[in-house]
């Protein structure tokens, strides 16, 4: 199970891979001609393959939730909203406050929403554009974010040249 950049349809794909071998002949889970992965949750529900149960039972074992893209991506949704949320009662909440405040009260409103403290360096640049209006330092860190996306998308597709 996991995921990568597929070149046949030139997006990530996530799932579980399955062995090219013949013990594969009678499950219904198959991979169609561009995937090279099957829906984790399709793999789960359907694959009668030799091992499979002996997986599915590992994974329950572990405590690991076998979820699809879709829920993966609503749970993203919903972080992000409830982060958008924590900042802008924040910024309500800011006028006449001090920094040290305007940094209380942004955690505080992360805590109702059961958010994780951001780092030290993302805490500050929240603060700052919650205090002065200045956009730049939040700005600079997300910059950051996807010139090192940049850079593993550049080093992905190094590898897929080279043919490895």
Same mark, same amino acid.
């Given at each position: 199970?996991?995921?990568?950049?597929?070149?046949?349809?030139?997006?990530?794909?996530?799932?579980?891979?399955?062995?090219?071998?013949?013990?594969?002949?009678?499950?219904?889970?198959?991979?169609?001609?561009?995937? #090279?992965?099957?829906?984790?949750?399709?793999?789960?529900?359907?694959?009668?393959?030799?091992?499979?149960?002996?997986?599915?039972?590992?994974?329950?074992?572990?405590?690991?939730?076998?979820?699809?893209?879709?829920?993966?991506?609503?749970?993203?949704?919903?972080?992000?909203?409830?982060?958008?949320?924590?900042?802008?009662?924040?910024?309500?909440?800011?006028?006449?406050?001090?920094?040290?405040?305007?940094?209380?009260?942004?955690?505080?409103?992360?805590?109702?929403?059961? #958010?994780?403290?951001?780092?030290?360096?993302?805490?500050?640049?929240?603060?700052?554009?919650?205090?002065?209006?200045?956009?730049?330092?939040?700005?600079?860190?997300?910059?950051?974010?996807?010139?090192?996306?940049?850079?593993? #998308?550049?080093?992905?597709?190094?590898?897929?040249?080279?043919?490895?």
């Amino acid at each position: 199970m996991g995921g990568g950049f597929n070149p046949r349809r030139l997006r990530p794909e996530f799932g579980a891979g399955l062995c090219p071998c013949e013990c594969h002949v009678s499950c219904p889970v198959i991979l169609t001609a561009k995937r #090279l992965t099957v829906p984790i949750k399709t793999w789960d529900s359907s694959c009668t393959c030799p091992g499979a149960q002996q997986e599915r039972q590992r994974l329950a074992e572990a405590g690991i939730e076998i979820r699809d893209f879709a829920d993966i991506r609503e749970d993203a949704r919903r972080l992000s909203r409830a982060r958008r949320e924590a900042y802008e009662a924040a910024r309500a909440r800011a006028a006449g406050k001090t920094r040290d405040e305007i940094r209380d009260i942004y955690l505080a409103e992360r805590s109702v929403r059961d #958010l994780n403290v951001p780092s030290d360096r993302v805490l500050e640049a929240v603060v700052e554009r919650v205090a002065t209006g200045n956009p730049i330092p939040a700005a600079k860190i997300a910059g950051e974010g996807l010139v090192r996306m940049g850079k593993a #998308l550049h080093g992905i597709s190094k590898l897929f040249g080279q043919g490895q």
